[in-house]
């Protein structure tokens, strides 16, 4: 059969800025499962056919019309875009099949648009799905995530159609991804992997990875997709440190702070780590994760400042995580304590967060029993600049206030200047005034916002959650991003189902493959954009 796979990873870019940047970096986060589909596919025989959407071009030319079978990953943001393009696809009377991150946090609004639901797939599974073996309209998974992942240089075809120049070779932006684990030791109320328990994956798999990579690829980035890379620290450095230090390939990952003390951060620079991303989230909160027992506040605030300053020492590039409108922020606490934290470490980019609640977290759940989900909002603007909650401790104008007054300090001219100043690498330097120039953009989009709400009563009360009624600013901003992809989505279809993805403790609610960090916001360079 004629299979395609296509990960869309983001929505269409709205300016030239915006494209370099999707073009430069958002194109460098394909997810593995994709990926391992794919191959997966051809192993068993099939024509495949695998393309990657990262905001650049149409999305409907990346593919073949006349397919069998379409498997499309996507996001909850980019969801209404995969939705329409199965939409275009069964009109041929292709199969069509979603998985990934927003397949498992809202699977029942999925069976609107899909034909498959897939959960959690393996070989079989997908073996099972080319055999037509499932009725459409069903909602299907394997017993449990897949645990053996295609190798590197099986993926190869794929890796180039997805981070080689025009699928050719490699250039300076090119990252391979990768996995050492799956799931997570926490258990954060926001993230998709909450409830899915850490195992490491082979071993032996992993350095044969890293041979192929070391001989075939040198000097070419790897970026783990691990929720939370090396919770079994020792074991995965040392199969790296079976290379020799010159063979060693520059990566990225993501990780808790907890994880990285004493000699270990030594370690992340003598095997090339050359970015990390620590989840700090709040100064009120998650400070198992920080590594700094009960301490709160500016208490917190000092030891993550040391932590990071140490880490900087060994580590070029870091990225620290923040989610500001939890319920345990109030006042201006927890805005000011962010503001000293990006003064004294301009060497951190902050990447700070609207808390989206996703299908199948416990917050989700909560926010549901609470009645602060904005149900008529479109998943579209299921990520910053846009809410689709109220907040418990500030009203809309006030929060997006704060908003402005975070993304003012860190986006001014003084800061980017401090950051030119100390990194010495041209490709982080470059990254820097990319970086900063989106997040201007996203500070300008909070004014907008922040002035409707003043401006109009029935934006208001809408973001107030006192009225159902969709402003008619989100139905123009749906048809604009979709572009010609909109007629195919009624202003019926734009309004989700949220049922059928409560929160139950038999269902595993995360994927390993990454898909989950890029559903939360929170992979390394990639999330920033969206």
């Known amino acids: 059969m004629r299979v395609g796979i ?54 409907g030319k990346k593919l073949p019309k006349d397919l069998d079978i379409l498997f499309i990953s996507t996001a909850t943001q980019a969801s209404p875009l995969a939705c329409a393009l199965s939409r275009l696809y069964r009109r041929n009377s292709t199969l069509t099949v979603i998985g990934g991150a927003h397949a498992r946090s809202y699977p029942r609004d999925c069976l609107r648009f899909f034909d498959l639901v897939v959960m959690e797939c393996d070989k079989a599974l997908i073996s099972d799905i080319l055999q037509r073996r499932f009725d459409p309209g069903s909602i299907i998974s394997a017993a449990k995530p897949f645990e053996e992942v295609p190798s590197v240089e099986e993926r190869m075809p794929e ?65 783990y997709h691990d929720p939370n890379f090396a919770v079994k620290f020792d074991q995965v450095l040392d199969v790296m440190e079976l290379l020799p230090p010159e063979s060693r390939n520059p990566y990225i990952m993501e990780s808790s702070l907890s994880n990285l003390r004493g000699s270990r951060v030594r370690r992340l620079r003598e095997t090339n780590c050359v970015t990390v991303a620590p989840g700090i989230e709040s100064w009120s909160d998650y400070s198992n994760k920080a590594g700094v027992g009960r301490s709160s506040g500016l208490e917190k605030v000092e030891r993550v400042v040391e932590h990071c300053e140490l880490l900087y020492e060994n580590v070029p590039y870091i990225q620290a995580n923040f989610i500001f409108g939890l319920d345990v922020d109030e006042g201006d606490e927890p805005v000011e304590l962010t503001k000293e934290f990006m003064s004294r470490t301009p060497f951190v980019w902050p990447v700070v967060n609207i808390p989206h609640p996703f299908g199948a977290t416990p917050l989700h759940q909560q926010y549901i029993e609470e009645g602060r989900i904005l149900t008529s909002m479109p998943f579209l603007f299921y990520y910053s600049p846009y809410t689709v909650t109220t907040i418990k401790h500030y009203d809309p104008v006030t929060y997006y206030g704060k908003l402005i007054d975070i993304f003012s300090h860190y986006t001014s001219n003084s800061m980017l200047r401090r950051r030119l100043r100390i990194s010495s690498h041209p490709l982080f330097r470059l990254v820097h005034v990319l970086r900063t120039m989106v997040k201007k953009q996203r500070k300008r989009a909070f004014m907008r916002l922040r002035e409707m709400l003043v401006s109009d009563r029935q934006f208001l009360s809408f973001h107030e959650g006192r009225s159902k009624v969709l402003p008619e600013f989100y139905h123009r901003e749906y048809e604009r991003v979709l572009g010609p992809y909109a007629p195919l989505m009624s202003r019926a279809d734009r309004m989700p189902e949220l049922g059928g993805s409560a929160v139950s403790p038999d269902h595993p609610a995360g994927a390993g493959a990454g898909d989950g960090m890029v559903q939360q916001e929170q992979l390394a360079m990639a999330t920033d954009q969206v």
């Open 159 to 223: 890796i180039r159609a997805s981070s080689f120049l025009r699928g050719k070779r490699p250039f300076f932006a090119t990252t391979v991804p990768l996995l050492a684990s799956m799931g997570c030791p926490y258990a954060c109320n926001f993230c998709v992997d909450w409830n899915n328990p850490y195992r490491m994956l082979a071993l032996d798999r992993l350095a044969e990875d890293l041979r192929f990579l070391a001989r075939s690829l040198p000097s070419v980035r790897i970026a």
């Open 6 to 59: 296509l990960d869309v990873l983001t929505t269409p870019a709205q300016s030239w800025g915006e494209a370099f940047y999707d073009w430069l970096l958002m194109k460098q986060y394909a997810c593995i499962t994709p990926q391992a589909i794919s191959v997966w596919c051809r192993q068993l025989g099939h024509q495949t056919f695998y393309a990657t959407y990262y905001g650049v071009g149409d999305p």
